[in-house]
């Protein structure tokens, strides 16, 4: 089965500073992997996916995220962190193992310290 | 543009009491789903509908229910609401064919005191 785990329930950094939130998953098969935002009092909205081709894919808002295989990893970063960058984000796995129904990681909350 | 719209966006119920999640969409899609948010656990499906007259069940769905009667509405009924239905429930819909373009609606509070 595949499942997803985010570690780090709350990551802090400084405004300007990089951004790495880290998502690692389990699947049998390559997977599609995405990554959600969450703002304050709002549903998810997509920031990325990966499906295939390549393996580091660029989103909305400056973020991007590599695919490694050999790590089982997506991890998120992006270089400079904004104070409009504080939210949670999802990671998100789905394939032929969930019948492509999306498998939620917990969720990492991103503070920005100004 | 309204796309997802889901009322109440808060609500407090006393156990047993019952009530109607009501989500409504207007871009004609016929997937919809309805995922519940627990602090620290990420989204949990519930319920799941591929179109007009037919839902299934997703990981949680004991003490809900749903209808689609039609492509716009999927309504979600808790019956006998309980203490461990407290949560934040979103619905969500998305096109043919594009499992991460999901449309959340901005989600209901509620509370089974």
């Known amino acids: 089965a595949q499942s997803v785990t985010q570690l780090g329930s709350h990551v802090s950094v400084s405004e300007g500073a990089l951004v790495l939130l880290r998502c690692n998953y389990s699947?049998?098969?390559?997977?599609?992997l995405f990554w959600y935002v969450q703002y304050p009092n709002q549903g998810l909205q997509l920031l990325l996916k990966?499906?295939?081709?390549a393996t580091l894919v660029k989103g909305i808002n400056g973020f991007e995220a590599e695919f490694k295989k050999s790590e089982t990893s997506f991890h998120l970063t992006k270089p400079s962190a904004h104070m409009s960058d504080a939210a949670e984000y999802f990671c998100?796995?789905?394939?032929?193992?969930?019948?492509?129904?999306?498998?939620w990681g917990a969720g990492t909350k991103l503070i920005i310290k100004p | 543009n309204a796309g997802v719209t889901q009322t109440p966006k808060f609500r407090i119920l006393k156990i047993g009491q019952s009530m109607t999640l009501q989500c409504a969409q207007d871009?004609?899609?016929?997937?919809m789903y309805w995922y519940r948010q627990d602090p620290g656990m990420g989204l949990k499906l519930i319920y799941y509908?591929?179109?007009?007259?037919?839902?299934d069940k997703g990981e949680v769905p004991n003490g809900y229910n749903v209808s689609r009667s039609t492509t716009e509405d999927f309504p979600l009924r808790l019956e006998l609401a309980a203490p461990s239905q407290t949560s934040v429930y979103f619905c969500?819909?998305?096109?043919?064919?594009?499992?991460?373009?999901?449309?959340f609606g901005s989600g209901t509070q509620l509370s089974v005191l």
């Open positions: 998100a796995v789905s394939g032929v193992d969930s019948n492509y129904q999306l498998i």
């Open positions: 509908s591929v179109g007009a007259g037919i839902t």
């Open positions: 871009m004609n899609h016929n997937y």
């Open positions: 990966y499906t295939t081709g």
């Open positions: 699947s049998s098969v390559p997977p599609y």
């Open positions: 969500a819909s998305r096109p043919e064919g594009h499992t991460e373009k999901l449309f």
